[in-house]
């Protein structure tokens, strides 16, 4: 995929739209809940800013029906940018022409909430016009919502000059990395408590791995389809056997592919329930696993050393109760040590890491898992694909 870098630029004087991804920041209320995905908007911003480009910055969070407020927003934007950013409460109108006339090199400008909007939601072409008027440019920096086709996005990408934000950009090069041969030998340490998204990758993936971990709840799917007691953990059952399936095709690929061999397991899911330490087939009736156990762990360790390349997606236990995400907090410390590349997606586990103060010890941290495994399964994300054919 061949994207306009935005180093590359030239944006003084320019009044440029940035479009972001509200809804993986704001809750309903419009509180920001999500520092690092804030934060990983910034570097863009900022290189703007000091191009001498005039921001105008547009997206959604949350429906029609409840639109999250931006007002939070617009104060905590401003405290990080350490400049003002104005909220303004319409699109059209004297006011919104005047005050976007009136904009200088490196002012920040905050649009409504562009999900009370019916031409934002059906990629109205009168809408999008509206929107492309108040610009001399476009950058998409919303990979979350590239999936999406909407008028601030395919849009605006179809009307000015666009580029890449730099961390959507970062997002489409580790999604074309993991599918390269230079990520190889590539492993991948799957967790988290979905398990069909997963069941895809692997499809497409087991004959380029070296190693598949699995951990987190979809083990137990995994360790069912094989008639393994799992007492009363998580199991889709409508996958187990896909997850089977996949467990003949890993051998036959020549794919390892490691299963928890001890867990974790309580006797409920509150404070003050009983925990112990059992083999992979001890777990007892009624009681449910919640972490990987320690042998566990240190073979996930030793494995992921071989690995040039490690894709990280899932948490390895139950991170609602900080005792049940001991796994997860310890892996993150081991890989945050690896000597090659690990590339972390997925909300959960991102967050945790985030939490843990270890985001600059990865290659990458993923703002949209979802995203970025549809990149790596070669599907097209009608944004980017916009992004792609813009003219600048």
């Not at 990983?40 to 959604?60: D, F, V």
């Not at 005792?323 to 959960?348: M, N, P, Q, W, Y």
Request: zero cysteines; glycine letters at 8%; charged letters at 25%.
């Amino acid at each position: 995929m061949s994207l306009a870098r935005l180093e590359t630029a030239q944006v003084q004087d320019q009044r440029l739209l940035v479009r972001l991804d509200f809804d993986g920041i704001l809750d309903k209320a419009g509180k920001v809940t999500d520092t690092f995905r804030l934060e990983a908007i910034l570097p863009t911003l900022e290189l703007l800013r000091q191009r001498g480009a005039a921001l105008i910055l547009l997206g959604h969070a949350g429906d029609a029906t409840r639109p999250a407020p931006f007002e939070g927003l617009a104060q905590e934007l401003s405290k990080r940018l350490n400049t003002e950013v104005r909220a303004m409460a319409e699109i059209a109108g004297d006011t919104s022409r005047s005050t976007v006339q009136a904009l200088a090199a490196g002012d920040v400008l905050l649009l409504p909430n562009l999900a009370v909007f019916e031409g934002e939601r059906k990629n109205d072409k009168q809408f999008a016009n509206q929107l492309a008027a108040l610009g001399d440019g476009f950058v998409n920096e919303a990979f979350g919502s590239s999936r999406s086709t909407v008028a601030s996005l395919s849009g605006l990408a179809s009307r000015l000059p666009s580029w890449a934000g730099l961390n959507l950009y970062r997002e489409v090069e580790m999604a074309t990395l993991l599918a390269s041969r230079e990520a190889r030998p590539l492993s991948f340490l799957l967790g988290g408590v979905q398990l069909g998204n997963r069941i895809a990758l692997l499809r497409q993936y087991l004959e380029r791995l070296s190693t598949v971990m699995i951990g987190g709840g979809i083990a137990y799917t995994f360790l069912k389809s094989r008639a393994v007691p799992v007492g009363a953990s998580l199991v889709e059952r409508e996958l187990e056997v896909p997850a089977f399936q996949t467990i003949e095709r890993a051998e036959l690929a020549e794919a390892e592919l490691v299963l928890p061999t001890d867990h974790v397991v309580a006797d409920g899911l509150t404070a003050k329930a009983k925990t112990r330490i059992v083999s992979q087939s001890g777990i007892p009736d009624g009681w449910l696993g919640v972490d990987v156990g320690p042998k566990t762990l240190a073979r996930f360790e030793k494995t992921l050393k071989a690995a040039a390349t490690v894709l990280w997606y899932g948490p390895l236990g139950m991170l609602e109760m900080d005792r049940f995400a001991k796994g997860t907090e310890a892996i993150a410390k081991s890989l945050s040590k690896h000597k090659g590349r690990v590339i972390v997606a997925g909300t959960d586990t991102v967050r945790a890491v985030h939490q843990m103060g270890l985001t600059d010890r990865f290659t990458h941290l993923s703002t949209d898992g979802r995203s970025l495994l549809d990149l790596m399964m070669g599907q097209r994300l009608a944004a980017l694909t916009a992004l792609e054919s813009a003219q600048n």
